[in-house]
């Protein structure tokens, strides 16, 4: 049964075919969906004290008010079971998740004491305003400082989670090669508290029909959601179904089901109505998890010919009082360089704030920011180039798991990066070089990398008689294209044009999916989806009676009469206990800083990236150039200020965090090192998402050090650091 052949779609730009849906206004968002006239809203209210208990609380006025259907507090919310759950790697592996008006104790500022349900958002708006709450405060920890002297290693019930988590790592004598080590380097990095900022705010309707209770959600990852409030409620989760096909963004905010989820539910049973809770862009800062701040050590020793010899790495960062949150801040440093002494150790500093949570790259960005500023300075110690260094110490395999890497292109990474960027007219002397309005200019380097990760998850193909398909997983797409690149893998593994296949997500009721995080999606979906799709070609085949492997399954399909339908589980990563499976980066930045006012410009950022086979060469372009845009906003601009009076983010607006905007951005060249990489899954991808990131803030950071002299050692860089640093004489001009 000839056909005209397909032209096969992976590795090709394809635009986004939900994009027309998302421009149009057709794409559905968890805060849009409709379950009747009879929905209400929830709105929270927020305590105001850091640690303690409430006295007393008075909702007459609040209930008296317009509309308002009920207001929940620990006095009359139901109890719920709130049965263990803890699902690795979103949820911290120590500690316990808050209990929603379960009791009369307040662990942080803006912990939800009570919740006003009324039939209009302004009308639950104004009765929680009438909510009066007394407190008994108690001593609290709110500022950095004061949690670092009471520093804890992780609890014991620690599990390790699927990033690779270790508090606690050494090879070789550090000590002993530090005392011989020809060039040495030791300093302290800080990064502040960063808060998530998608434009899309946390969101959530909860409906119950019966037993069963329907979540629309703003969601990474819509089984753990399930999973979650089953066991909150203690129902089973059959009886759970979660929704959110389309995120606004998320980058590691929606990874968790947040407390207003399980809120949402609990308001909707007690009214017996649909309730929908949104988050305001202020309480995303209580209520939802950031990027904690951390403190650094990195010590460095180095022969005469810049081999490193020593390596010691220390991190802390914050978490809350009632869970451990750890980051993988310090297992690149294990094996990004060739490097026979090696020791790090991480810290946790208990406040009394919200857990923390993942925030793209959680753990690498930050740790690799101080790794590639302490190397920027043993470059400059050494009087040596900074990419002939870390090429120096380019190793042969992993040394701290003795295992080969799948593939490694940091090489041809920089060999790219520094031909495209021009990196030979960089001139070593720091403040040695100005543009044509007199703007010192700068040029910095960083290395990127990130695990490549793999986990169990499924897929289900159908193949209808008119010649059509949909592929179907419960996954999610918060902006990458998860819709688009799964469509593509779909038709090519069955053969067939790509309008001819529609690919669903989003939906508990769809076949199993892993977390959207990580840079895990098309690695372990994408291969569900490649298997479930060939098994489906394969019995469409076995059905009609053809042995032609090249036959036109469309044709075939319209021979059928009736649809065929597979649901597969990707296949083991038998690998990934051979190989060392990593993406790597090089990233370069150009800064321009005026002299006079210190304001830093960063007219270009030029990144090559190994990341195996590219799926879809377009949105993983834009991939890269949002990771940038992020890693700016970590260099110069992102910081959550923290009140010490009782840890309140005091700029919780986004008239006051400051992210970057279009006129901040110029030109970002983003590009991808051929590579190979037969190892790592069955479709050899590795995943660009967060690795995007990685490098940027450092490679900007390095550059300022070039361009102006001063070394700024703790996030964002700031006119301010810059003018009150002491200046060579050349900076000064």
Same mark, same amino acid.
């Given at each position: 049964m000839p056909g005209a052949a397909v032209r096969p779609v992976v590795g090709q730009p394809v635009?986004?075919?939900?994009?027309?849906?998302?421009?149009?206004?057709?794409?559905?968002?968890?805060?849009?969906?409709?379950?009747?006239?009879?929905?209400?809203?929830?709105?929270?209210?927020?305590?105001?004290?850091?640690?303690g208990r409430i006295a007393a609380i008075d909702t007459a006025a609040a209930e008296a008010a317009p509309g308002v259907v009920a207001v929940l507090t620990h006095q009359n919310a139901p109890r719920l079971p709130y049965q263990r759950h803890q699902q690795l790697p979103v949820d911290p592996a120590a500690g316990e998740r808050l209990h929603n008006l379960q009791d009369d104790r307040v662990r942080f500022q803006g912990q939800t004491?009570?919740?006003?349900?009324?039939?209009?958002?302004?009308?639950?708006?104004?009765?929680?305003?009438?909510?009066?709450?007394?407190?008994?405060?108690? /001593?609290?920890?709110?500022?950095?400082?004061?949690?670092?002297? #009471?520093?804890?290693?992780?609890? /014991?019930?620690?599990?390790?989670t699927m990033f690779g988590f270790r508090e606690e790592m050494g090879r070789g004598n550090v000590d002993a090669a530090m005392r011989e080590a020809s060039v040495r380097t030791d300093a302290e990095y800080v990064i502040p508290r960063e808060n998530h900022n998608p434009i899309e705010i946390p969101a959530t309707i909860a409906s119950w029909q019966g037993d069963q209770l329907i979540l629309w959600d703003k969601s990474q990852w819509v089984d753990n959601v399930r999973d979650e409030m089953a066991s909150v409620f203690d129902i089973p989760a059959e009886n759970i179904r979660v929704i959110s096909r389309f995120v606004g963004g998320a980058f590691g905010s929606a990874l968790r089901a947040w407390p207003h989820v399980a809120l949402a539910a609990m308001a909707a049973r007690v009214v017996d109505l649909p309730v929908k809770l949104v988050l305001t862009r202020r309480q995303m800062f209580n209520l939802i998890g950031y990027r904690p701040h951390t403190v650094q050590r990195v010590a460095l020793g180095a022969d005469e010919n810049g081999r490193l010899m020593a390596i010691r790495h220390?991190?802390?960062?914050?978490?809350?009082?009632?869970?451990?949150?750890?980051?993988?801040?310090?297992?690149?440093? *294990?094996?990004?360089?060739?490097?026979?002494?090696?020791?790090?150790?991480?810290?946790?500093?208990?406040?009394?704030?919200?857990?923390?949570?993942a925030m793209r790259a959680p753990g690498e960005v930050s740790g690799i920011y101080a790794l590639e500023c302490a190397m920027d300075e043993l470059a400059v110690a050494l009087d040596m180039d900074p990419i002939e260094l870390r090429m120096r110490n380019e190793p042969d395999r992993d040394e701290d798991r003795d295992l080969p890497f799948s593939s490694r292109s940091l090489r041809e990474c920089y060999r790219v990066a520094a031909e495209r960027f021009g990196w030979d007219r960089r001139d070593p002397r720091p403040a040695s070089m100005r543009d044509a309005q007199g703007n010192l200019v700068g040029y910095g380097c960083a290395t990127g990398t990130y695990p490549t990760l793999y986990s169990p998850a499924s897929a289900r193909a159908v193949l209808h008689p008119d010649g059509t398909a949909v592929v179907s997983s419960a996954s999610s797409d918060m902006g990458p294209g998860t819709y688009t690149s799964m469509t593509q893998v779909a038709a090519d593994a069955l053969g067939l044009s790509i309008d001819r296949v529609r690919f669903e997500l989003g939906d508990t009721s769809l076949p199993k999916a892993t977390v959207h995080g990580g840079s895990m999606t098309m690695a372990s979906i994408g291969t569900a989806v490649q298997e479930a799709c060939v098994q489906a070609k394969r019995?469409?085949?076995?059905?009609?009676?053809?042995?032609?492997?090249?036959?036109?399954?469309?044709?075939?399909?319209?021979?059928?009469?009736?649809?065929?339908e597979v649901t597969a589980q990707n296949t083991a990563g038998e690998q990934q206990a051979n190989y060392s499976m990593h993406s790597f980066g090089a990233v370069i930045a150009e800064v321009r800083v005026d002299p006079d006012l210190g304001l830093v410009r960063v007219p270009r950022i030029v990144g090559a990236y190994g990341i195996g086979r590219v799926v879809n060469p377009k949105t993983a372009h834009s991939q890269c150039i949002g990771g940038m845009v992020m890693g700016l906003g970590m260099?110069?601009?992102?910081?959550?200020?923290?009140?010490? *009076?009782?840890? *309140?983010?005091?700029?919780?607006?986004?008239?006051?965090?400051?992210?970057?905007?279009?006129?901040?951005?110029?030109?970002?060249?983003?590009?991808?090192?051929?590579?190979?990489?037969? #190892?790592?899954?069955?479709?050899?991808?590795?995943?660009?998402?967060?690795?995007?990131?990685?490098g940027v803030a450092p490679a900007i950071v390095n550059a300022v050090y070039h361009a102006t002299g001063v070394r700024v050692r703790e996030l964002p860089v700031t006119p301010e650091k810059l003018l009150a640093a002491p200046r060579s004489a050349a900076a000064r001009g």
């Open positions: 635009s986004r075919v939900d994009g027309r849906l998302k421009v149009t206004g057709g794409a559905t968002y968890a805060a849009e969906f409709d379950p009747g006239p009879d929905m209400v809203y929830g709105v929270i209210v927020g305590s105001t004290i850091a640690n004491v009570a919740l006003a349900v009324a039939r209009t958002f302004e009308q639950a708006t104004f009765a929680a305003s009438l909510v009066e709450v007394t407190y008994d405060e108690e /001593p609290a920890v709110t500022t950095f400082a004061a949690a670092a002297r #009471h520093a804890l290693p992780p609890d /014991p019930a620690w599990e390790p220390e991190g802390m960062a914050e978490t809350s009082t009632y869970e451990q949150y750890a980051e993988n801040l310090l297992n690149p440093t *294990r094996y990004l360089y060739s490097c026979p002494n090696v020791a790090t150790r991480y810290r946790f500093a208990p406040m009394n704030v919200q857990t923390p949570t019995q469409a085949f076995e059905r009609a009676g053809v042995t032609d492997p090249e036959a036109d399954l469309g044709g075939v399909m319209r021979t059928l009469s009736e649809p065929v260099a110069l601009l992102e910081q959550t200020v923290v009140d010490s *009076r009782n840890a *309140r983010p005091a700029n919780s607006s986004l008239a006051d965090y400051l992210v970057p905007v279009n006129a901040d951005i110029n030109e970002l060249d983003a590009t991808f090192v051929e590579e190979v990489d037969p #190892h790592v899954n069955p479709l050899g991808v590795k995943g660009a998402g967060e690795l995007a990131t990685i």
